[in-house]
């Protein structure tokens, strides 16, 4: 059976610790579809298309990497795209509580889709999308923020 994993996040935009964790997960899988899901709590500064598309362009040439944009819960995407796990990166305790309960409830939910956890590198601890669009949106320079191939 082929492994499948789905990676969801906002990825508004995509940041060197996204693209860190999912060059490391990649040995453990397959197939990874990296998944643009929609939030409506958050306020985006890119629109979907335009995230799948900085997304594609960072991973353009690995084959293995799907980027898809959905809406709804991720389990159910999953089960959609015959996806046997959940990908999810792991910065501070904080984080690792918040996934934990999410991941719980996903396996309540759809108990063949497990979750897994890569913890980022110390240097990415701090690094978050909405730091990078907050940094942005003042004029501040992300050039290390963000992955060299959409800069």
Sequence with gaps: MRRIAVFPGSFDPITVGHEDII???????????????????????????????????????????QVKIYDGLTVNFCQEQNAQFILRGIRTSADFEFERNIGL?????????????????????????????DIQRHGGDISKYLPKQIL
């Design 23 to 65: 060059k490391r997960a990649l040995p453990l899988f397959d197939t990874l579809i990296i998944a643009i899901g929609n939030n409506s709590n958050k306020k985006y500064l890119y629109s979907p298309k335009e995230r799948k598309t900085q997304i594609e362009r960072v991973f353009e040439n690995e084959p293995r990497i």
């Design 105 to 133: 409830m996903n396996l309540d939910m759809a108990p063949n889709v497990e979750s897994i956890f890569i913890i980022s590198r110390p240097e990415y601890s701090a690094l978050s999308s909405s730091v990078v669009r």
